[in-house]
């Protein structure tokens, strides 16, 4: 699987998978403008094509089911983005802390309660991890 990895990583040129690159656009697209207005014109077109359904049930179910696909593949999408925010978010707070917990290190030589709290600090980086 690390050859795979590392082989779409070379194609893509930046580091990313192709699928990674794919769900960084998407989620660029349709968090904004265009993407609200490009979904109102499907409604507003599905509420245009009424006359031309000879069943009331038919058509409820065409939106139904096009928007229940949409959603589904949106939110996988969006959660795949957001899980890799969070993560970049948490990877820079851990090199903070270790940051912070070295600089309190050096410090900490006169000071008990510093100690302490740098032993904290030191405790905490990485957590997310463990649970």
Known sequence: MERTE?????????????????????????????FFFLCTGIVIAWLISLPL????????????????VVTLLLLVLLENASRRSEEAAQEKLNVIAEALGALM??????????????????????LEERH
């Open 6 to 34: 590392a082989a779409a990583s070379r194609e893509t040129g930046d580091g990313r998978s192709l699928f990674d690159r794919f769900v960084q656009s998407a989620y660029l697209r349709v968090s904004q403008a265009p």
């Open 53 to 68: 359904w000879t069943d009331l049930k038919s058509w409820q179910v065409a939106i139904h089911t096009v928007a229940s």
């Open 105 to 126: 290190t050096s410090q900490a030589r006169h000071d008990p309660a510093l100690e302490e709290a740098v032993q904290k600090l030191h405790d905490a980086i990485g």
